[in-house]
């Protein structure tokens, strides 16, 4: 039961750059966990479980701290379902079936446009200024994530079906709306209580579609457990905590951009850890990636009004 609280003092820059950087270097070793996971469980197995994983932390900690918690305005319900429900199933169902009829490269061209669809959304609902600089920042950004996809993806660019595609390019839109959405409620919410509605209601919806096959995590080895608790805490639940936190402090399409830093920082761990080194252009590519990172988050303007807005 929601109790009346203060609501939350928003974050400082130097917490926000903190957090920030925790969820980059959590994030930097999940597609390496995520790859030896997925080993032992099937695509949609693993978004199962990594979405209850992270349901039920969210839900311990909004329990144990019922402070946390207060009333959601009926007027804002459904964005607040929104939130914590797009980032964790609607972006997870999305993307499996997409991935079914896309190459891996392709997805990922798709998704590098995540800030761009970022900033578009939080230009137009929430009143964000971007400078040129940024958008030049954002370019590079994109571009680099562009080529780290093209140059490593294990399947060839061609042979995706425009159907794929768009079911890809739909789930990266969804993503960036959660975001947007979460600058325009963070500051009214604390950063846990506002996604543990909405990832309760993706929990039961994934388990759901998943009922079938739900034996496979009987056959799950220690080493799998470990892995699917991992990705659903620290790679789910804690980095939606994060980013909804940082947000608060500064944009959205700032907070995408800088965490495009994690594709060649990805690419480094799966180096150490899998023996996979990347190649001259990925490397390059990084470097512009970087380069990006670093126009836009010494390049944004005065911050926003945060107060919530409406997003269609």
């Known amino acids: ?20 950087a925790l969820s980059i270097l959590i994030g930097s070793v999940a597609f390496t966990f995520v790859k030896l996971a997925l080993e032992e469980l099937s695509p949609i197995g ?33 964005r607040v379902l929104f939130c914590g429900f797009g980032g964790s199933a609607g972006f997870h169902i999305l993307f499996n079936l997409g991935q079914e009829h896309v190459s891996v490269a392709m997805a990922a061209v798709v998704m590098s446009t995540m800030p761009v669809m970022t900033a578009l959304g939080e230009v137009l609902f929430l009143g964000h200024r971007l ?21 490593s993806g294990t399947g060839a660019v061609g042979g995706s079906s425009p159907l794929g595609l768009l079911v890809i390019a739909i789930a990266t839109a969804v993503w960036a709306a959660v975001s947007v959405v979460t600058r325009g409620l963070g500051p009214a919410y604390d950063s846990w209580w506002l996604n543990t509605p909405g990832t ?10 998943h009922a079938p096959h739900l034996g496979e995590f009987g056959e799950l080895s220690l080493r799998g457990w470990l892995l699917v608790i991992w990705l659903g805490t620290a790679s789910s639940a804690f ?6 936190r940082v947000m608060t402090a500064i944009s959205a399409t700032t907070a995408m951009s800088v965490s495009t830093i994690v594709t060649p920082l990805s690419m480094l761990v ?42 269609p």
Request: net charge positive; with cysteine.
């Open 200 to 209: 309760l209601l993706g929990a039961l919806v994934m388990l759901a579609i």
């Open 239 to 244: 980095i939606y905590f994060a980013f909804a």
């Open 270 to 311: 799966a180096w150490i850890a899998l023996d996979d080194p990347p190649g001259p252009v990925e490397v390059v590519a990084g470097a512009v990636v970087i380069a990006g990172v670093i126009i836009v988050g010494r390049r944004e303007v005065a911050p926003t009004p945060l107060e919530p807005a409406p997003v």
């Open 46 to 78: 693993l978004a199962t479980g990594r979405v209850v994983a992270s349901a039920l932390m969210f839900t311990a900690i909004v329990s144990f701290t019922p402070t946390r918690r207060h009333p959601i305005p009926k007027g804002e319900r459904w």
């Open 1 to 20: 039961m929601a109790v009346d609280a203060p609501i939350p003092a928003r974050a400082s820059l130097r917490s926000a750059a903190v957090l920030l």
């Open 131 to 151: 400078t040129r600089a940024q958008m030049a920042g954002l370019a590079l950004t994109t571009a680099g994530c562009t080529v780290i996809g093209v140059a």
